[in-house]
């Protein structure tokens, strides 16, 4: 099943793909698929965990969410047919502009690892994300896994009252 699964995931990413490209055209930067899908260990009512990058985008998760509405209608047959196959998934996308990418994130920890980059326009995420590994690397940063989590311990020679910037 493990086989079978992934490759159901994996027509899914290139459904929402296509449909984000038609979407959002030329202002879709990148797109990247995160959590256990991106890792490779989905289960079959994971959820699938998209950072979508996109220029002008409309204010506020709520018309942010309501505008990927149009993806998720392109990708409704792919859906259908997962779920009558006992694959229980469902989007869940994270919207951002570019400019908003650079101002930083702490979701981007939990992508720095186990991202797939489906898009990256002029390797926007890439460079964005070497920049931020080279400043964890410079802290001293590392991720600390306890069983199937994990955690990270950002600045390990932290001194109470220390202020640092990632």
């Not at 409309?58 to 990708?75: K, N, Q, S």
């Not at 009558?84 to 702490?106: H, Q, W």
Request: glycine content about 8%; hydrophobic content about 45%; some cysteine.
């Amino acid at each position: 099943m493990p086989g079978i699964l992934t490759a159901r995931f994996d027509a899914l990413l290139q459904a929402v793909k296509a449909a984000c490209h038609k979407h959002y055209g030329p202002r879709l930067v990148a797109l990247a698929v995160f959590g256990s899908v991106g890792r490779g260990t989905p289960r079959p009512d994971s959820d699938v965990d998209f950072l979508i990058v996109a220029e002008r985008l409309p204010r506020g998760r709520v018309a942010r969410v309501a505008d990927f509405a149009g993806v998720e209608t392109r990708v409704g047959d792919v859906l259908r047919r997962m779920r009558s196959e006992g694959v229980t998934t469902e989007l869940s996308p994270v919207l951002k502009t570019p400019e908003e990418v650079e101002r930083g994130s702490l979701l981007f920890l939990d992508m720095l690892e186990d991202a797939k980059l489906l898009v990256d326009r002029d390797a926007f995420l890439t460079e964005h994300f070497a920049r931020f590994r080279a400043r964890l690397t410079q802290l001293g940063s590392r991720r600390i896994w306890r069983g199937n989590a994990w955690f990270w311990d950002l600045k390990p020679d932290y001194r109470p009252g220390e202020v640092f910037d990632l």
